[in-house]
């Protein structure tokens, strides 16, 4: 049983290398990178860490499993970039991924990492909360749609990836998982903590001084531990 599944998995693995090479990221002017921050700021919901329960269906038995993402905004890089981890590095069938906006196409570009370590690029547009991005095998003309997006107010994360054959037909889900922002659940309620480096939702607590303080993700977690008076001073200010 356990070389059957592990099969699966190498097969949904292979069968999900796309065809393209992702592009080198670009220089951005002062005003170009504003442009691009701001569109990834629209994701900034997708940051934290989840506790998702996995699942696919194959010849009628369904896999179920448990993975954590960790979603997460990536400083000083070339351009502005969001960061996402499967599994701690070691998911079942992806690793990590980079997020940008690719400002010439109007589109966000997620970089993938599969399990086997191949990477794969797909676009997409953000609507209402839900991104929704697509990438074509050019060998086998498949095409690849992944769909993500928050729910209950921000505490349920849903990514969900389909198959369509030759790029024709109906789409088929290839695997799904959903659950719960980490230290987060539906019976919450009440004002949430606001992350002092990029003052969106958080949940993961940090301290200095003898002060608690709140971060949205690991990234900003990272960051507020090298400065920390940096950030205090700043959203000491803002009141």
Not at 8 to 13: S, T
Not at 177 to 202: F, H, Q, R, Y
């Amino acid at each position: 049983m356990a070389r059957r599944l592990m099969g699966l998995a190498l097969a949904l693995a292979a069968s999900f290398a796309l065809a393209v090479a992702a592009d080198p990221p670009p220089k951005l002017s002062p005003a170009e990178s504003a442009k691009a921050k701001k569109a990834l700021q629209e994701v900034q919901d997708f940051m934290g860490i989840w506790n998702l329960e996995g699942s696919q269906k194959v010849g009628g038995k369904e896999t179920i499993w448990k993975e954590k993402v960790d979603w997460s905004w990536k400083f000083n890089a070339p351009v502005p970039t969001a960061k996402v981890k499967f599994g701690e590095g070691k998911g079942k069938f992806l690793d990590s991924g980079e997020m940008t906006y690719a400002l010439d196409k109007k589109k966000y570009q997620l970089v993938l990492t599969t399990a086997d370590k191949t990477e794969q690029v797909l676009l997409g547009e953000l609507k209402a909360g839900r991104m929704k991005m697509d990438g074509k095998d050019a060998k086998t003309g498949d095409t690849y749609r992944l769909t993500m997006e928050t729910l209950a107010d921000g505490i349920r994360f849903a990514f969900k990836l389909e198959k369509q054959e030759g790029g024709k037909g109906p789409f088929s889900t290839a695997f799904s998982m959903l659950g719960n922002k980490d230290g987060e659940s539906l019976a919450g309620g009440g004002k949430k903590p606001e992350c002092i480096v990029t003052g969106g939702a958080a949940s993961i607590a940090v301290s200095f001084g003898g002060q608690q303080y709140f971060v949205c993700c690991s990234g900003c977690r990272d960051a507020f531990n090298e400065t920390p008076e940096k950030f205090i001073k700043a959203a000491a200010a803002k009141k």
